[in-house]
Nanobody
Framework: QLQACGGGLVQAGGSLRLSCAPS????????MSWYRQAPGKQRELVAV???????NYGDSMKGRATISRDNAKNTVYLQMNSLKPEDTAVYYC????????????WGQGTLVTVSS
């Protein structure tokens, strides 16, 4: 239900911008967030943005990531700067969406690889 894109291979110190949007028509969207999961590790929160625009960040990328949203496009973005090899992970977007009823939706994940 969510389509994430923007991942890829980047050198340490570089930047990437991820984006995520619903792949079908929706009738409302509230909280949107990004999570990541590195090999052998649990999924962790990277950043969250609520409908009113308030944001919160996980410790892993605090100060290096910025989450934003375009409500007209129902799209959430994650700008990541000063990337480190330990940021290598599959990044997943999440949104609380109204399609008939309010439900949790996850994107398929986009791989970010940071080389040293």
């Amino acid at each position: 239900q969510l389509q994430a894109c923007g991942g890829g291979l980047v050198q340490a110190g570089g930047s990437l911008r991820l984006s995520c949007a619903p792949s079908r028509r929706i009738f409302g969207i509230r909280t949107m967030s990004w999570y990541r999961q590195a090999p052998g590790k649990q999924r962790e929160l990277v950043a969250v943005i609520i409908g009113g625009g308030g944001t919160n960040y996980g410790d892993s990328m605090k100060g290096r990531a910025t989450i934003s949203r375009d409500n007209a496009k129902n799209t959430v973005y994650l700008q990541m700067n000063s990337l480190k090899p330990e940021d290598t992970a599959v990044y997943y977007c999440y949104a609380y969406i109204l399609v008939g009823t309010w439900s949790d939706y996850w994107g398929q994940g986009t791989l970010v690889t940071v080389s040293s």
